[in-house]
DNA sequence: CTGAAAGCGCTAACAG
DNA sequence: CTGTTAGCGCTTTCAG
């Protein structure tokens, strides 16, 4: 197999300097047409490839965005990646993928990573057991722009496109309550999360706004996002002296970790309990019933994510750190709706 | 801000040379404690970042590799980039990620882009709309090595790690006709992918060896792997004079599909029509009632394509194509189970 | 329109 | 144990 061939071995090839070459391949205006069209033939019967490498090295810019995930299991953050790639590709940036498997020790190295690789820009979401953050301080300080999305720090200066979770949890609660549901529980999850936090905010306001009280006893605390915790945490509510008759769940599989539990009580939904999840993951559509839920808005967090990056290394001067919030949508499905038609 | 600071940086400070810093960065045994000690102190201080770039292309290693999957959509892509991110992380590579969305041109751009980028091995699972093969013959041109895993072309020489998608249907319907079930229909995927062929393949080899035969009738091609295609295709399915008692699905998603429509109509799950997928989704243990399906084990190929890259980049002679093949593994739920029992 | 020369940041002989 | 030197492949002044 040959050696690969590179802007000098064309150079050397047809007589010319490697700078004509570098130009001729770059297009420079400066360079003829019949030059050009030589340059071209030649590059592609030496099965030429250009090194980005060297290129970015030279130039100071890599061209390469990083991107840290806590992990792709679900839709979310698959769509949130979509909605990433198809802005930063178009904008003629690379992706570098990480994910931190909501470990902080592993996040503070795709951190290195990404920043030994020269990214120009770091897109994260953090680690479910982030609690410092220095590591994002560090990048901040290289002058690289970061941008958080979905799960950010409580911090005020850092720049984020997030999801008005509270507005989504309040609507879902809101909903139930306007279904006829008086004791409606919620399945929350880890309170140091903004967005877990904001739901269970959210739930809880919902409740005081529409004349209900809020009873700890109705909230369980969920352990991960599985479905089996949402199983767990049902058995333990149908211990209650009186029993809850909806539930809103900060996860969609933990709703439907519930669903399978009641019917197996055969405890009928929404008649006897309503239920709601939160992320409008596609399985959604196909339990039986239907599970309402919140749509999180990922390819379209992906898209602003980059969006203000590309603002943010446009400016010069360090502008204000920017807030971006979007508005969930609430999708009513069969495991809420109607109840009171049903009911009877 | 200060401009970020390179080895040069350090040595000056130090009075050393930059081949002094280099090496006691990277630890080498010929440089004093004392020296290492303080270069590591001031490149702390300094807030001195290594330039992968540089030495990457310094060193004509870049230590990543490239993946393309055709989208993370669904359960199998990503379990497979977990499995491929656990062993390229230990072997000291990062992984460079792509999408091709299951569009060839994308592909070739993905293709293109990583070899810019020069890494040192490329990952891909072939999109949709691959039919042809020269972007991949110049990765091999350029001996990089190259691996497919699930959806591989049809050569010989090849490198791969595939789930022996035939062994998985095959067995899939024989435990469909050992439930008693007799008109089998199948949900088929696209014939010129691998994967979805020989799921076809086995589905018929399977109701053959049983003394079933085959009839195309009950063979519904799937447009895609949505649900909404399964529940058309059941729709189908339940014009026929006579109605299938059960159904192999080349994916999970259009077999739950299929679900809904079946409960639509009043149909029982198993009782009337038993269901089948492939994929192993975590939501087939969320729907009413469980499915049955096949799992692809995703993590494990992730795993294997890597150690393949790691044994072919080892070999300095071209070693022969291999092709690893993973055994499937069906898991048995409620659509389809005790039949007999149930029937009565 | 093209060439010469310098250098991005780092590593790796080769010398001491 | 440390320094000198050359150069990875490319881009970009500065000169013609």
Known sequence: MAKKASITDIAK???LSVSTISRALNGHDDISEATKA???ELAKELNYQPNHLAAALRKGRSNMLGLIVPHINGYFFPSVMDGIEAVASKAGFNVMMCQSNEDVRREKKNIEALLNAQVEGILVSMSRTTHEFQHFEKVQQQGIPLVFFDRMPDLANVNAVILDDYQGAYQAVKHLVEQ??????HFAGPQHMNTTRNRHLGYMDALRAHGLSVDEQLVYWLPNSSHASG???MKELLKLPERPDAIFSSYDFPAAGAMMVLHEHNIRVPEDMAVAGFSNEPFTALTQPRLTSVDQRGEQMGES??????QMRKRTENFPAQRIVLKPKLLIRDSSLQLEVKKK
């Open 38 to 40: 030589r340059v071209w």
């Open 231 to 233: 199983e767990a945490g």
């Open 305 to 310: 994510a980059v969006q203000l990056f590309l």
């Open 13 to 15: 090839q047809l007589g």
């Open 180 to 185: 006829g549901c008086t004791r409606i529980a």
